[in-house]
């Protein structure tokens, strides 16, 4: 394929970046270079500027740019050509013999993959090879426009879930990007410098998106988003963006459809009820905020004002103490209407048990004014009345039993490859993310690791919450971890 300006590129050590600048360049004897931007700054030599003459400009500052050499950049394909060399014949070393597999019928192929493949384009009459698709995966490649990418996805007439992560797409603002992907149920752009605008362009180009994951982001201010958002969006990944107001979230109570959000490791500090109103939040069902530096019980208090919530993931922040038990009976018996906290149901006796333990301590502290936000009238009236024949004396303390930190307890792991079976493992709750990679690799043999998603829910239910995970620093216990959750490894097999 053809290289010009603004296409994305791998060189041949596997770095990757955009064509900024093609042309000979004075004092070198070769006729053409590449002038690169590259994505990581420890493979850019300088911003452009060679022997005192500026050959292109570089779009964050530091040193990212460099030349090369056409030889030095691998091959790119087109998305036609990525499937038939993945599906048509694909061969494979099996006890040090060569064997042909069976093709796939192609035109009766739905789900397909092309991940890591390096296509950088799709080209008219790509759909017609595989005219039966609904789910493509694109991840981890060149792809460099949105506009020019989605005009040619708009011929797959039966396509309803696109994955794009890992690709640093540029995203037009522009009326012809808007509305061109009308079929299309399911969206996954994690992990691609996506900045707030870019979002906002997103949802006008998806008018029927019921799911959209846009993961590990920058994206700081969703109140276009809200504004654009579909009438059918159910769920809203934004785990891991720059999000550090409330009063952004709140915007999107304009989503009378959202059932599932997940704003976990964002910059939230507090939650405020100040833009509350009756008749808001009437789907939202399901919420994460784990790992916000959340710094007060108020913000817990603030979540009883969503009619519908049910189901609450808030571990890893700044509320409550180092114990497990003092933030689980904090904040059920702060919320009445929780079932399932991190991941664990409810049970009768759980609520029971926080719900006389949260009154303890606000009855034992009612008369000391060092402890604001520890309650709140409503909810502490109800509680009154529900424990009546309790004193403060009689009632259990969230410090009452000593109970073993939950780091030191072991937690089920359930990891598998992409297309593999499932394998648990018992592990101790403070292991990171760089140990789980590595006992990854031992137990399925990788070579290497390329990403590891931490999936709950059936893969085909939209309800199903996918996230990338990037920060080796996350803990099993900070993620956290439900029975039923699983580590999806993307790998290359040891040989």
């Given at each position: 394929m053809d290289i010009k300006l603004g296409d994305r590129i791998e060189s041949v050590d596997g770095f990757r970046g955009w064509v900024r600048y093609v042309g000979e360049v004075a004092g070198r004897r070769e006729r053409e270079w590449y002038g690169i931007e590259w994505d990581e700054e420890k493979r850019g030599k300088h911003d452009g500027i060679y022997d005192g003459y500026r050959y292109f400009e570089c779009r964050r500052e530091g040193s990212f740019g460099s030349f090369?050499?056409?030889?030095?950049?691998?091959?790119?394909?087109?998305?036609?050509?990525?499937?038939?060399?993945k599906y048509s014949l694909r061969k494979e070393n099996i006890t040090g013999s060569l064997v042909v597999s069976k093709p796939v019928e192609l035109d009766q192929l739905t789900l397909c993959s092309v991940s890591g493949m390096k296509v950088a384009a799709i080209r008219p009459g790509d759909e017609s090879i595989i005219p039966s698709v609904t789910d493509l995966d694109l991840s981890n490649?060149?792809?460099?426009?949105?506009?020019?990418?989605?005009?040619?996805?708009?011929?797959?007439?039966r396509l309803s879930s696109?994955?794009?992560?890992?690709?640093?797409?540029?995203?037009?603002?522009?009326?012809a990007v808007a509305t061109i992907l009308p079929s299309l149920k399911t969206l996954i752009i994690s992990s691609a410098s996506l900045e707030s605008e870019d979002a906002d362009a997103l949802m006008q180009s998806c008018p029927r998106l019921e799911t959209c994951v846009l993961h590990g982001n920058k994206i700081s201010d969703v109140t276009k988003l809200a504004n654009n958002a579909p009438k059918s969006l159910r769920v809203l990944d934004l785990s891991d963006n720059e999000i550090d107001s409330w009063e952004y979230v709140s915007t999107l109570k304009t989503?009378?459809?959202?059932?599932?959000?997940?704003?976990?490791?964002?910059?939230?500090?507090?939650?405020?009820?100040?833009?509350?109103?009756?008749?808001d939040w009437?789907?939202?069902?399901?919420?994460?905020?784990?790992?916000?530096?959340?710094?007060?019980?108020?913000?817990?208090?603030?979540?009883?004002?969503?009619?519908?919530?049910?189901?609450?993931?808030?571990?890893?922040?700044?509320i409550g103490s180092s114990t497990n038990d003092d933030l689980r009976h904090g904040v059920i018996g702060r919320l009445e209407k929780l079932t399932i906290l991190n991941g664990s149901d409810i049970t009768v006796d759980d609520r029971l048990e926080a719900e006389k333990a949260y009154l303890g301590e606000v009855l034992r502290s009612e008369n000391s004014p060092s402890n604001p936000g520890l309650s709140y009238d409503g909810r502490i009236g109800q509680l009154k009345k529900k424990y009546s024949m309790f004193s403060a004396e009689s009632l259990p303390s969230t410090e009452a039993k000593t109970v073993s930190?939950?780091?030191?307890?072991?937690?089920?792991?359930?990891?598998?490859?992409?297309?593999?079976?499932?394998?648990?493992?018992?592990?101790?709750?403070n292991t990171d993310l760089k140990r789980l990679r590595l006992v990854c690799q031992k137990v399925f043999r990788l070579k290497k690791i390329e990403g590891l998603i931490y999936t709950e829910g059936d893969a085909g239910d939209p309800a199903s919450t996918w996230t990338y995970l990037t920060d080796a620093?996350?803990?099993?216990?900070?993620l956290p971890v439900a029975p039923d959750g699983v580590f999806v490894i993307e790998a290359e097999r040891a040989t």
């Open positions: 090369v050499k056409p030889k030095m950049i691998s091959g790119r394909q087109t998305l036609g050509d990525a499937v038939m060399e490649n060149l792809l460099s426009s949105w506009g020019s990418l989605a005009t040619n996805l708009a011929a797959f007439e696109l994955t794009l992560s890992k690709n640093f797409l540029l995203i037009e603002q522009r009326p989503a009378t459809n959202l059932e599932n959000l997940n704003l976990s490791g964002n910059r939230l500090r507090s939650i405020s009820t100040r833009m509350y109103e009756e008749g009437q789907s939202l069902s399901t919420l994460s905020l784990s790992r916000n530096p959340l710094e007060t019980w108020e913000a817990v208090e603030a979540l009883a004002f969503l009619p519908r919530l049910v189901s609450l993931r808030i571990s890893g922040t700044g930190k939950i780091a030191d307890q072991l937690i089920q792991v359930n990891m598998r490859l992409k297309d593999g079976p499932t394998v648990t493992k018992h592990l101790p709750g620093s996350v803990t099993l216990t900070s």
